[in-house]
Structure formats: C-alpha cells, structure tokens
C-alpha cells in the first residue's frame, strides 16, 4: 500500500482555469503538508496541516486554498491558474506536529503532481 | 527561523569514486537534520537523519552523514558510488517547519 499517495499524477490545464490535488496518507500521521518544486528543483512549503489545523501558510498567493476533511487527507485547490503555477507539487505526511518543538521527525513524501498550464 | 545551504549545485563523479555533498545550516535552536534523495521523476525517499547522539549517522544505500555543531554542517558521504546514486539529493533542516537546500545534482559517469 501506497503510504502517501496524490492524484493526479500529471495535470495539464490551460490558464484561468480552477483544479484540484488530493492527498492521502495511511500512516496515521498527524501533520500533512504541501510543497512546491519549480524547475529547479527548489522545495518550497506552501502550507501545513496538523489534525485538520493549519498550522503553517507560506506567502502563497490566495488562488491556492487548501482543504483538510479529516487528518489522514489534504487536498489543494488552486483557482485561476496561471503560467507560473506550473511545477511539481508534492504532499507530505509526518508523525507529530513539527510546530511546539517536534521537529525530530521525518516527512514521507507523495510521487508528486506535475501541473503544467498552458 | 532555520535555513540550510546546499554548497554544490552539481556534483559529477566517476564510479566507485568517494562522493561529500555539503551541507550548512543556520539556527539558534538546536535542529534536526535530514538527507532525502530524489530519482528522477519520483518523491522524495529518507536518506538518513540526525536527532541526537552519535554525530556519526548511518544511512540506506551504504550513505553516511556527520554533524558538526561547530561548523554548523552536516555533510553527506559514500565511499564508492554506483551509477544509480544519479540523482538529485536535499539537505533539510527541521525544528519549527521542515526547511530544505536547494539540491546537489549527483551524477556519477561510468
């Protein structure tokens, strides 16, 4: 079994347009996140989620809203797309919150989402 | 807030050739550090991790790491690598969020 798995795996769209990338984990992991990955390579945390709380929101532009139903999904909703959203964006899951001093724990990480706006 | 500095954008090696991939970090707090590894097209996979203890850590695919308070690194080894170590490699630095480098190209030529 997949621990973290994202849907889709690949997601062309054209610009304007609205979509969405799920997530789930079957860790039992409190704290979900999301990252974005631009064409360097460059990992950046868009946000975090602990037992359906966010917890962390990077300067990530408004168009980006995610959605945790219940701890064990997060799922990422972006509006509007535009060319510079294209990129790979990655879920996480971790054990314990890393917020309040738990940082001592790894993140597994999902196969990614490549979202390429046209 | 932590930061990690990756040294090396791109590190090409020849096979069964020893391989060091740096790695700095910056933080007031005590961290946690990480090496993940990413093949191409896929997630990221745990390398190895430093809680505490022995400076000296132990990781998969015969990868090791030693932190150094001092010099604030914590910089990834191997020995001898393998043609399938290509790939792209990620210190990251954990205390408040989990902060990573900007990635070391590993490519090891035949």
């Known amino acids: 079994d997949t621990a973290v798995s994202q849907t889709p795996k690949y997601l062309v769209t054209q610009m304007g347009n609205d979509k969405s990338i799920k997530c789930e984990q079957n860790?039992?992991?409190?704290?979900m996140y999301w990252y974005k990955q631009d064409s360097k390579k460059f990992l950046k945390i868009m946000f975090s989620?602990?037992?359906?709380?966010?917890?962390i929101n990077e300067t990530v532009p408004n168009r980006f809203s995610p959605k945790s139903p219940d701890k064990a999904h997060l799922n990422l909703h972006i509006n509007s797309l535009e060319l510079g959203d294209s990129a790979v964006y990655f879920c996480?899951?971790?054990?314990?919150?890393?917020?309040?001093?738990?940082?001592?724990?790894?993140?597994?990480f999902g196969q990614g989402t490549r979202l390429t706006v046209v | 807030a932590q930061s990690v500095t990756q040294l090396d954008s791109q590190v090409p090696v020849f096979e069964e050739a020893p391989v060091e991939l740096r790695c700095n970090y910056s933080?007031?707090?005590?961290?946690?550090l990480f090496w993940y590894v990413q093949y191409p097209n896929q997630g990221l996979q745990l390398l190895l991790k430093?809680?505490?203890?022995?400076?000296l850590v132990k990781g998969i695919n015969g990868f090791e790491a030693e932190f150094n308070k001092s010099q604030t690194s914590f910089h990834l080894r191997k020995p001898s690598v393998h043609i399938s170590d290509t790939a792209e490699y990620f210190c990251?630095?954990?205390?408040?969020?989990?902060?990573f480098g900007a990635g070391t190209r590993l490519t090891v030529k035949p």
């Open positions: 996480a899951s971790s054990q314990f919150s890393i917020k309040g001093g738990y940082g001592n724990t790894e993140a597994f």
């Open positions: 860790l039992g992991h409190d704290t």
């Open positions: 989620y602990n037992n359906k709380e966010l917890i």
């Open positions: 933080s007031s707090v005590s961290v946690y």
């Open positions: 430093y809680l505490s203890g022995s400076t």
């Open positions: 990251a630095v954990s205390r408040d969020d989990m902060r």
